[in-house]
């Protein structure tokens, strides 16, 4: 039970299960009640017909005998209405339920010599009833049950003669007493399928919902300290699929968590540091007022410093986010062009463009721009006034034939040593201060790594060639059309 956003009132909430053998059990009633109503109507029908079809069948009988007009014992013509329907009258071998009676010109009731299983011709008035009746069929309801019946006029040939009657009924109470039994039976078998109906959905509901029980039991016991929980997925429904997406949840919100807790231990480590000097200089400093200078000085750029860390960190903290590149069809050649022209104000160096790719890719020029100038800011460190850096792109077909695009800068500085290679992307990796830096490295290490972080943002990855002594090539690839899992986003 839980309370609404007020708090006002608790809300009571239905099992999932509950309310799965509730809807099944409402609609399997509804079907069987809709089975049932309609089976009875049929039946009834069905009976009715029959009997009508056996009434008229007895009617058409005594009509083609009566249109012959020849007494088929003495092979010789009729000779008085009573004639007819008595001989006629003989011949019948009625059903059980059957009753046929005729009428005489004079009013007499002749019936078959065996008992009525209605009580018709017995009860003169009731034969009277049907004769004065205008109708040819019609129902007869009585205490004794309900007859159908069908009669037909026999015109006398003789004048001076009245006409007769021959009447056809049939009790039908009998056969609806068998209708009313089958739907008993039907009905029984209704409540015993609606009963199993609610079993079997009960049992069925347990399976379904397991998993998702599963994923209940799992978010309850989720914090952000422990995100370690995983559902055991098995099978290949929705419940399934779903138990799957909530793993791929579960794998978000702990890249989330860690992501936040990097961000937070890195900020907290680097910017440690300039604080305290910060703070010692200013607790310490006097009253003259050069040293009131020299000390605002350098907590200028201590503070300087604290700002380009934490947007890296921002940058890096960025990179983990599906939008984090916005790629769309941008020239090479003219992305390189405008790169070029803007790394030229980084420091006094011969700027040169390498060679430059001809063509399209699917890009996010911002990003690659910012990688590119990140590694240009990189060669003007470890390089001096007056030397060379080269800045290229290319477009060829990558080792599985897809096109690949690829940016580099090239310096003449010192070079990296083979094992500096395998770290220097990593954040906070700076590298050695060998006697062929030209310029002490104050950043905080996280400029390659962000430029990795973009590399692979695009689905590519970062290059670097170089010897000790004979400068050094820092370089991304990328596919030139995006993959479709990374713009879809």
Do not use: C
């Amino acid at each position: 039970m839980t309370t609404d956003s007020a708090g006002a009132r608790p809300r009571r909430r239905i099992p999932a299960r509950v309310l799965i053998i509730g809807w099944v059990m409402l609609l399997m009633f509804g079907v069987l009640l809709l089975v049932n109503v309609v089976t009875r109507g049929e039946l009834h029908r069905s009976v009715e017909n029959q009997v009508n079809q056996a009434l008229a069948q007895e009617i058409e009988e005594f009509v083609g005998v009566a249109a012959r007009g020849v007494n088929r014992s003495t092979q010789l013509p009729y000779t008085s209405v009573e004639e007819l329907l008595d001989s006629h009258l003989e011949r019948q071998f009625p059903d059980d339920d059957e009753v046929v009676v005729a009428v005489l010109p004079d009013g007499r009731i002749l019936r078959q010599d065996r008992g009525e299983p209605y009580p018709f011709a017995q009860r003169s008035e009731r034969v009277r009833a049907v004769v004065d009746d205008p109708a040819e069929a019609g129902s007869m309801k009585t205490g004794d049950g309900e007859l159908l019946w069908r009669k037909v006029q026999v015109q006398p040939r003789a004048e001076g003669e009245g006409p007769g009657y021959f009447i056809v009924g049939f009790a039908i109470d009998r056969d609806r007493a068998e209708v009313a039994d089958t739907m008993r039976t039907l009905t029984v078998v209704s409540v015993v399928g609606l009963l199993l109906a609610g079993l079997g959905a009960y049992l069925v509901s347990g399976r379904i919902l397991a998993p998702i029980r599963l994923v209940r039991n799992a978010a309850a016991e989720i914090s952000e300290k422990d995100l370690t929980r995983r559902i055991d997925v098995r099978g290949h429904d929705d419940v399934s699929a779903l138990a799957e997406q909530f793993n791929a949840m579960l794998d978000r919100l702990a890249e989330a968590f860690a992501t936040q807790r990097r961000f937070l231990d890195d900020a907290g480590h680097e910017l440690r540091t300039p604080i305290t000097i910060v703070r010692g200089h200013l607790e310490l400093m006097g009253d003259d007022p050069a040293e009131r200078a020299a000390v605002m000085r350098l907590v200028t750029e201590e503070l300087d410093r604290m700002s380009r860390i934490v947007e890296e960190l921002l940058v890096l903290a960025k990179s983990e986010r599906p939008d984090f590149v916005t790629p769309q069809q941008v020239s090479v050649t003219e992305l390189t062009v405008d790169i070029h022209s803007k790394v030229r104000a980084l420091g006094e160096r011969r700027w040169l463009l390498d060679s430059v790719g001809e063509g399209d890719a699917r890009v996010d020029p911002q990003r690659v721009t910012q990688a590119i100038v990140a590694l240009a800011h990189n060669a003007v460190g470890h390089t001096g006034d007056g030397d060379e850096i080269r800045i290229g792109s290319s477009l060829y077909a990558g080792p599985d034939g897809a096109p690949t695009v690829s940016f580099w800068v090239t310096d003449t500085g010192p070079g990296i040593s083979a094992e500096d290679r395998e770290r220097i992307f990593e954040r906070f990796q700076r590298g050695p201060r060998n006697a062929g830096a030209f310029r002490s490295r104050t950043g905080a290490g996280l400029g390659l790594a962000i430029v990795r972080a973009i590399a692979e943002a695009h689905g590519g990855t970062v290059k670097v060639h170089s010897e000790p002594g004979h400068g050094a090539t820092f370089g991304i690839e990328m596919p030139a059309g995006m993959p479709l899992e990374r713009i879809s986003l």
